[in-house]
């Protein structure tokens, strides 16, 4: 009987061997197989820039953005951080800490080599989130990260997929935080790598290491500093000396840092550690940048054709990281999910099902308002830039394009970055065009 029970566990290694190598990755059509999106001058901030009535008009001054951003933290989506409290009650901090799990198990269907998660391995993951070292009062610390770094919805860094091996969805990963974003930390995972905690706009597990811990006094003055600057393309470099030889890491689009000193070519810039770093000065703007819609166009513009990144995954943007972290430039806070960016906005106009491609084109260029306006659908969020002969474009990170197939079925064109386009994307496929599923248009702005 031990032989025959060796011989079928062989049997039974030997089969999920084989089915595991069986599976394949999903396959995407490469978007340079297809036709361009639009002609060249729709891909300059230039071109929108001239199509815009008063270009260098404030959209919204200082005072009525902090109104903004008032109304922004009333409807809960995004917090106002700095009233953190020191302490947090056991049920709350549960509660949020289930609520992240049971977000992942619903779509972690698939491990990184693509075998299917199962009890034991959710098991796993309940006991490293440590609820029973949690107290009834538990004391909070106050954090900043050093590098850009990963929030993951539980405290692991393998990638789980709802599709086997469609590593570009890691639903494990719920955003992404960058050097200096203040961070309220409630806990720390059984074997004390990771710690949970909460940004402005959303909850999760941070990499221990990453982070720079500060007394609440100090993590305050350092947020709050009056002299700061805000980084202005995608992707800047800071680096450890006024040379810029010694690489320390990254800055993405809207990053605010406080100043230290100005020299002839760079900035001088105080990291949550007390160091000192230093970035070119062309990479960044001293304090908030006007809200015009020329500065929209250009600090959007900066970020065409940078790689898709589901939750910021490597450091990268999804269609509402884009959005979030394009309007921080000038000091507006957007929650992270594109249905609560939305909720944020001023609604202009919400569609009805039975509205037709002209009707919706019609309506758009009535309503919506140029640099200044999100076009919104389920899944999905992206900038107005303005309507060019009765047809609206927008500039937004997309993953993928379906269109009718010869099989009857959709083909899916991966787009992977963000691009300008119009809104016929996806037409005459089973989800319909851009266009035909948006279900609002809001603006950025205040109420008056």
Known sequence: MRVHGLYASLLLMALSCALLSAVEAPRYLALSENPPLVNPDLRRPGFWISHHPNPDSLLMDASNIA????????????????????????????RMINDCYNMAKGHGKFRQDGSPTDKQFWQTLRDATNLKAIKNVNRCRFAFPLYYTDQRLLPLAEVLSDVALDLE????????????????????????????????ASSGWYPKKNLAFLERNDWLAYQQSKDFVITIRDKSDLYLDEGRIRYYGLLRLGTRLPLRAEHDTVYELK?????????????????????????VYELGFSALNAPYGWGDL????????????????????????????????????EFE????????????????????????????????????DGRAYALHSLW?????AANGEDDVI???????????????????????????????????
């Open 314 to 349: 490597n450091a990268e943007y999804d269609c509402s990281g884009f959005i979030k972290q394009l309007f921080q430039c000038f000091g507006i806070y957007l929650p992270r999910n594109g249905a609560a960016q939305y909720n944020a906005s001023l609604s202009l106009h």
């Open 67 to 94: 109104k903004f951003n008032r109304r922004v933290l009333r409807k809960g989506d995004v917090g106002q951080i700095e009233q953190s409290s020191a302490i947090i009650g056991a049920t709350h901090l549960k």
């Open 169 to 200: 969805f890691d639903y494990l990963q719920n955003s992404g935080f960058d050097i200096a974003e203040p961070l309220v930390i409630y806990h720390e995972s059984a074997d004390g790598n990771w710690v949970f905690g909460a940004g402005r």
């Open 271 to 295: 990291l949550p550690d007390g160091q000192s770093a230093y970035i070119a000065k062309g990479e960044v703007h001293r304090g908030y940048l006007p809200y015009t819609a020329r500065n």
């Open 400 to 404: 993928g394009i379906r269109r009718p």
């Open 353 to 388: 099902g039975a509205d037709n491609s002209n009707q919706r084109e019609a309506l758009i260029e009535e309503f919506a308002l140029p640099a200044q306006t999100l076009l919104r659908m389920p899944g999905h969020i992206m900038l107005y830039l303005g309507s060019i």
């Open 414 to 448: 991966a787009a992977a970055k963000t691009l300008v386009s119009d809104l016929s994307l996806g037409e005459g496929g089973k989800r319909k065009s851009l266009l035909l599923r948006l279900s609002g248009i809001g603006a950025i702005k205040d109420e008056n």
